[in-house]
């Protein structure tokens, strides 16, 4: 029952992040948003991490598939920070200013509340499976849901006080997020 549960959030995780990429990617586009791309690869990332999960928790239980599952994640969220550093570098050495996405806003302030019930639930369902994959994705998820809450507060600040900065700004915290959950994750492969 409570492994099937662990399945179902991860699901549901999926396909949230699977809808958010393409919602998220094409507001970039069109905005110019290196906050919006940034997170739209990081939702890309949620994908790979809960693929991870779903492939851990589909198999059986070793110290090695939790090893190897924990260091896919770190290698993804590591290559999420590159890409968000190089991002952000390219547009303030341009002087790029982003423009707007109402789309990007709307579906930024769902994420926050979508990604806050979903690391609850999957911190409840980790620790009472005692599985160390599933409690670190769960703490991955909470914290994309703290990074939203970020990157919104940086897109609609663009949009609504013309800060430009606030959007780079806002792509910033989510490098920093990235480089944090990379080495924590790592550290927890031992």
């Not at 507060?153 to 949009?159: D, I, K, Y």
Request: glycine share 8%; charged share 15%; net charge positive.
């Amino acid at each position: 029952m409570l492994l099937r549960r662990g399945l179902t959030l991860e699901y549901l995780t999926l396909g949230w992040n699977a809808v958010g990429c393409v919602v998220l990617l094409a507001a970039a586009v069109s905005a110019g948003s290196p906050a919006l791309a940034g997170f739209g690869v990081d939702s890309v990332i949620e994908i790979v991490a809960s693929l991870v999960v779903v492939w851990q928790l589909r198999g059986s239980a070793s110290a090695r598939r939790e090893r190897t599952a924990l260091r896919l994640i770190a290698v993804a969220f590591g290559a999420l920070a590159l890409y968000i550093g190089a991002q952000v570098a390219v547009t303030l050495a341009r002087g790029s200013h982003a423009g707007h996405s109402s789309a990007g806003i709307a579906w930024l302030a769902l994420t926050v509340c979508a990604m806050l019930a979903l690391a609850a639930a999957k911190r409840d369902t980790g620790r009472r499976l005692a599985n160390p994959v599933l409690t670190t994705e769960a703490r991955v998820t909470l914290v994309d849901g703290a990074v939203a809450a970020a990157v919104l507060t940086g897109v609609a600040l663009n949009a609504l006080a013309g800060w430009w900065w606030a959007d780079p700004a806002a792509a910033t915290v989510i490098l920093v997020y990235a480089v944090r959950e990379a080495r924590h994750a790592w550290r927890a492969a031992g």
